[in-house]
């Protein structure tokens, strides 16, 4: 972990005038520790000598005390500024997440947990807190008074200042030796985190089932698990925090004590003045304390750090932008060898897929659950690249062009997109009617456009029987009415490709013919309709279907598969 890590400047702009009016008040704090030393070692060699009076030590101690009192200003100036600055700079890092969460697209960071970047944004952005109302400006400090204090010793006492700079590295020594030794802890600690928010994030949407199924009891057992295992790794980060804190308190104690025996010594003997002496004593404790400190903030900062460090990551998660190609008019798309792997993981996402889908047909993505369909509909959105193989559209006049070197703005706009998880959803509208959740697509349409959108889907003779009809809440309505609502949404631009993530799943066999009879109707109408399926009757009615990922288990109907292997776009083998 690099103490400042220039992405943070980068990302967060208010961090840069921080650092600056830190160093000023680091040279402040540098001046004032040196004239207190001097001013404390005047006042006690006059006492110990004989010579001070009430009315001759009255100034300096005046002086004392307003140095005192300016080294308070300076720290709450110094701490008031840090805490503003961290406000900004996590407004300003979590503004640069959640943007780039949304330009990734939908399906937001690929390869990412939902739970961990909903982790990540909030929990992990707050704990750089720490990182920048005591790490930053001591680091500071820890630059600028060790440097200014060996610079005013070496000019009163050239062995306590040689003893100073020899033993004053041993500490940021020790400190990157139990910093490397850290990082694995708090990686742990942070991932442990990122799974239990995962794990929650995932129980709290399938709760519904899990208590019909009588299971949520079973699944209290595994969140009291993993936060047990997030407690165990916290304390032990804690563990190496006191004990890492002990070792530098007693390294510079040591070295302290190394200035001052040497200096008695020499004292005794004669060789150095009283009042050099006390004045390097009196200093010689201020050089080590910021880099003491700067250890013991360090493991407070540590978490923000390393969540700072995982949201760079996802900062420099690249977004695809495509070309400058015009995309063509009902383009066959041409699958070859498409694959996707995501960082950090070894088994593929999407593993090689070749097929051809002809424009105006309906195609059906089958395979096993987690076999990559939904990855592929990503990879054809544009916001997925993959990772090997290409996708070439192909226009009915023979010229193409790969789907990465076109411009992705006009391509989308090609396309009509439903996902798995539908939401109705209009902006400034916390519940919004069927209307205006069918205008998100084009706002400017009016209600003839969005009632011929509903005819599209096969819904709007029940919009039409509802009491309000358009202006009906999008909550009023049924599971297998708000899909066919939301595919309405999607044929409202007219688009010519439209991509279905299960478009069926968890509907009724009426709404689920009713989803069918619209998706044949788009490809009557010339659309090219691709869709993820696993119900039967989304497969029949396909014209040719796809299989992505592992191949299906030899256990079905022989004379079922010899007709869906009649319409397939991949080979008998592949079965």
């Known amino acids: 972990m690099r ?31 040196i004239v207190q030393a001097r001013l404390l070692s005047s006042v006690i060699v006059d006492v110990a000598q004989g010579r001070a009076t009430l009315a001759s030590v009255a100034s300096v101690i005046a002086a004392l005390a307003a140095v005192f009192l300016a080294r308070a200003l300076v720290s709450w100036i110094a701490e008031a500024a840090a805490y503003r600055t961290s406000a900004k700079a996590k407004a300003e890092l979590r503004a640069e997440a959640m943007g780039h969460v949304l330009r990734l697209g939908p399906l937001g960071p690929a390869g990412r947990d939902p739970g961990a970047v909903a982790a990540l944004v909030t929990r992990g952005v707050d704990a750089l807190d720490a990182y920048f109302a005591r790490y930053l400006p001591q680091l500071v400090l820890a630059l600028i008074v060790p440097l200014a204090v060996l610079a005013t010793v070496l000019g009163q006492d050239l062995l306590s200042a040689l003893i100073i700079a020899v033993t004053l590295p041993l500490i940021p020594v020790f400190m990157i030796l ?13 991932e442990t985190l990122s799974r239990l928010s995962g794990h929650f994030l995932d129980l709290v949407s399938g709760l519904p089932t899990l208590k019909v199924f009588g299971r949520a009891k079973r699944q209290a057992t595994a969140i009291r698990a993993m ?3 997030y407690r165990s790794t916290t304390m032990g980060v804690l563990r190496i925090t006191f004990l890492s804190s002990f070792a530098l308190e007693l390294l510079a104690s040591l070295s302290v004590a190394l200035v001052a025996v040497t200096i008695g010594v020499r004292l005794a003997e004669g060789q150095v003045s009283f009042s050099v002496a006390l004045f390097v004593l009196i200093l010689a404790p201020e050089a080590y304390l910021p880099i003491r400190l700067v250890g013991q903030h360090f493991h407070a900062a540590a978490e923000g750090l390393g969540a700072a460090e995982e949201v760079f990551g996802l900062l420099q998660q690249e977004v695809p932008t495509g070309g400058t190609h015009m995309p063509p008019a009902r383009p066959t798309i041409e699958l070859d060898q498409v694959s996707v792997t995501y960082a950090g993981r070894e088994n593929p996402a999407l593993a090689p897929t070749s097929a051809t889908l002809p424009a105006g047909s309906l195609i059906a993505l089958v395979g096993a659950s987690g076999g990559g369909k ?139 013919e009713a989803v069918v009879e619209a998706l044949r ?17 989304v497969v029949d009615a396909a014209d040719i279907v796809v299989h992505v990922g592992r191949p299906p288990a030899p256990a079905v109907d022989e004379q079922r598969v010899a007709t869906l292997m009649s319409r397939t776009a991949v080979t008998a083998r592949d079965f």
């Open 374 to 512: 939904s990855t592929l509909l990503s990879v054809l959105l544009g916001f997925v690249a993959p990772t090997s193989g290409r996708v070439r559209l192909d226009g009915s006049s023979g010229q193409g062009v790969e789907l990465g070197e076109v411009d992705l703005a006009r391509w989308r706009r090609m396309l009509g997109w439903v996902p798995q998880h539908p939401q109705l959803v209009a902006p400034g509208h916390p519940w919004p009617d069927i209307r205006e959740a069918v205008r998100l697509a084009d706002p400017s349409v009016d209600d003839t456009r969005v009632e011929r959108a509903l005819a599209d889907a096969g819904v709007l003779t029940e919009v039409q029987l509802m009491p309000d009809g358009l202006s009906t809440p999008v909550g009023a309505i049924s599971a297998g009415q708000a899909r066919r609502v939301a595919l309405a949404r999607a044929l409202l631009t007219d688009p010519q490709i439209l991509l279905l993530d299960e478009p069926t799943a968890s509907l009724d066999g009426v709404s689920e």
């Open 227 to 229: 936060g047990e295992r």
């Open 3 to 33: 103490p400042v890590d220039p992405r943070l400047l980068r990302y967060a702009r208010s961090t840069r005038g921080f650092l600056v009016l830190a160093v000023m008040l680091g040279a402040v704090v540098a001046a004032l520790v």
């Open 521 to 537: 109707a788009a490809r009557d109408a010339g659309r090219t309709v691709i869709v993820v399926a696993h119900r039967p009757a």
């Open 178 to 190: 139990i910093s490397l030794y850290t990082r694995s802890r708090v990686d742990r600690q942070w």
